[in-house]
Structure formats: structure tokens, C-alpha cells
């Protein structure tokens, strides 16, 4: 079954902010950029990586990169432009936030055993940790919640459906199931964290080592 993965790094950053007139995946972390080691962890699980860019990065040199497209406006309009360059041969589709790139090989190994054994989407969880409230509203029950990761991966023809149309989602695998598909949550990792704040990047710091 051919792999194919699309890392998504066309984000604004607006909530960590610029840092040098670049967003934070293109932030040093261990002597390279963040987004390098979600692509090195991508290339490492797929035949071909798909890297999703601002519109003005689009021409800079990617060699762990099989195909560099440009995003668009929200995170679902930058994986369509991703999904629009990856080969049709391509069975399984895993999609990477460039924003987590702390290796995690386990997590990618367990997504893709939940698709071939049958899932439409694999997402990876982890238990949530603070107490919950609804905003205006109550504290509710955390039990009842987890928190969802990428790296996600997808039977192709599901990934591929859920985008047919123009769904907005923070992530796919929420896509995926309103489509009609299947997903499967298996266990994420706490090390798996998403850099949205410059806490984030020392963390990633310490966890790269
Ligand atoms: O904004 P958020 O932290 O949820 O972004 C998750 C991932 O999606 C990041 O890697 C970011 O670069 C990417 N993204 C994108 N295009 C957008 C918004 C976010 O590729 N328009």
C-alpha cells in the first residue's frame, strides 16, 4: 500500500507570533527548523511527503520535500491544496501539523496499523489534564474528553471525500466522520506537544535532544 504524508506548515502563527518576520515553523529548534523534523519524522513513515507553505515560501529549496504547494487561508484549505499534489496511486494519507515536531515514531506507527486494519481515519489522543469549563457556562466533566494530535492518517478515498466539499475543521479526521467515515483514536504521547507559544519551543528544545 503506498503511504503518502502532507505536512501542514502555511500557518500565520498569530498566536505565538512573528519571531524575525517568520512564522513559528520556521523557528530554530536544535540546530534546525521546526518544520524539519515533522518532515524528517514524515519521510521516515511515507514513499512521498507533500509540504504545504505560505504562498511566499513556496520557491525556497525542500529537499525532504517530494512537492512544496501553497496554503490558504484556514488549516482544511491548506490540506485540500496539499491532497490536490499527492498521486492518486497513493492508498494511505497520513496529514502532519509541522507544528509538532517532536519525534514521535510510535504514534505514527500506530496510526497507520488503525487504517490498515480496516479504519477510515486514526487519530492520536491523549487524556486532558486540566479541569474543563464551557466558556459562560459550567465545569464539565474531562472525562468525557480527550485531547486530539496529529500526525492522522486516512484511508485516501475517505480523506479525499471529506474534502470534496469545503468543510472547515481544526482538524480532518473531524472531516472525515461528518462524511459518514470511520475513526479510530488511538494513544497519542504527551511529548507530542504543538508548539502555539515560545513556552512550547523550550519544551521542544529539551524534548529534541
Ligand atoms: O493554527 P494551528 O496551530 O491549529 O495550526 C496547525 C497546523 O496547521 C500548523 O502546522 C500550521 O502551520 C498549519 N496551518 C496551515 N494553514 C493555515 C493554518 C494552519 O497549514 N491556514
Redesign the pocket.
Known sequence: MSTWAI?????????FGMTHGE???YLPLGGRRVLDW?LEAATAHAGGVVL??PAYAVDRHEPLASAVVA?????S???RAGLAAVPEEAAVIVVH????PVPVPAVWDRVLAAVAAGADAAVPAVPVTDTLREVGGDTVDRQRFVAVQ?PQAFRAEALRRAHASTGEG?DDASLVEAAGGRVVVVDGDVANI?I?SAVDLLLAEQLCR
Do not use: C, L, M, Y
Open positions: 505536512v501542514v506548515a502555511a500557518g500565520r502563527g498569530e498566536r512564522p513559528k515553523q515533522s504545504v507553505v496554503g490558504g487561508q484556514t488549516r484549505e491548506s490540506v501539523d509541522a507544528a509538532r496529529t481544526t504543538k502555539t
